[in-house]
């Protein structure tokens, strides 16, 4: 199907939804979507497939390229329906008050559906619920008091995604790496603390050594609004400077 400015072919959003056919098992993007979705919350995106996802739908695996042309497609799909649920926080009357509610709204979502996490920052967002977080993100920041023109607008905009994606993607793996070696703090404290000792007693780390003994136990939840509120400060009151 042509677009008006020559022969790439729609993308996914833009292309109608096949003629629904007589069929024991009817489709639709958003139920094979749904189903994607469900696989990847179970095994990740290394475990996703269009066969798994037939046979969790109970259809052929040639049904669904009717629907979706590869797998890239279905990415952005997946991803468009988590960003519905972000879109869904920018509903503030304040231009710091819907950053906030956007930046937290992806953290949960993120903690929801682990491998999206994967997928920000390493691949334009262009479906229309992404494009509508894009949009309130930057209408929102726009009206920041030091944001006076497009420029500062653009870097305010970069700083705080490139905030969220380093804080989610650094929390995500902090989590997996848990699950995957079965280790709590503790233990890893049990199995390299020896070590850490003999390093820090060599006095050429004092900087660590106060944050390793004296550092608290920082609850993950807590620190992401604290850095994301001094980071939104910092970056809508240096944007003048």
């Known amino acids: 199907m042509d677009t008006p400015y ?12 096949p003629q629904p056919r007589a069929a024991p098992v009817p489709l ?6 749904a189903a994607a979705i469900r696989l990847a919350d179970a095994d990740g ?12 739908l109970g259809v052929g695996p040639m049904r669904l390229y009717d629907y979706v042309r590869n797998r890239s497609e279905l990415l952005d799909l997946m991803v468009d329906v988590v960003y519905a649920r972000i879109a869904e926080s ?4 304040g231009w710091r008050a819907t950053v906030l509610a956007i930046a ?17 920052g390493a691949r334009p967002h262009l479906g229309p619920h992404a494009l509508a ?9 726009s009206q920041a008091p030091t944001v006076r023109g497009i420029g ?18 650094r929390e995500v793996t902090e989590r997996r790496t848990a699950r995957a070696t079965g ?17 820090l007693e060599t006095g050429r780390y004092p900087t660590i050594a106060r944050l390793v003994v004296d550092g608290d136990h920082l609850d993950a939840e807590e620190t992401f609004n604290h850095n994301l509120t001094t980071v939104l400060d910092g970056i809508t009151g240096a944007a003048a400077r």
């Not at 500062?152 to 993607?169: E, K, P």
């Open 104 to 120: 937290r709204a992806t953290r949960a979502a993120a903690l929801d559906h682990e491998w999206f996490v994967d997928l920000l």
């Open 133 to 141: 977080v894009g949009e309130a993100t930057a209408a929102a920041l």
């Open 45 to 56: 995106l290394d475990g996703l497939s269009v066969r798994k996802i037939a046979k969790e």
């Open 152 to 169: 500062d607008l653009q870097r305010t905009v970069g700083a705080l995604n490139a905030f969220i994606v380093g804080a989610l993607r």
């Open 90 to 93: 920018a509903r503030h009357s």
């Open 183 to 199: 280790t709590d703090e503790a233990q890893w404290q049990a199995s390299l603390g020896p070590y850490l000792t003999r390093m």
């Open 28 to 33: 639709s993007r958003e139920k094979i979507a």
């Open 6 to 17: 020559g022969s790439a072919p729609l993308p996914v959003w833009e292309r109608p939804e």
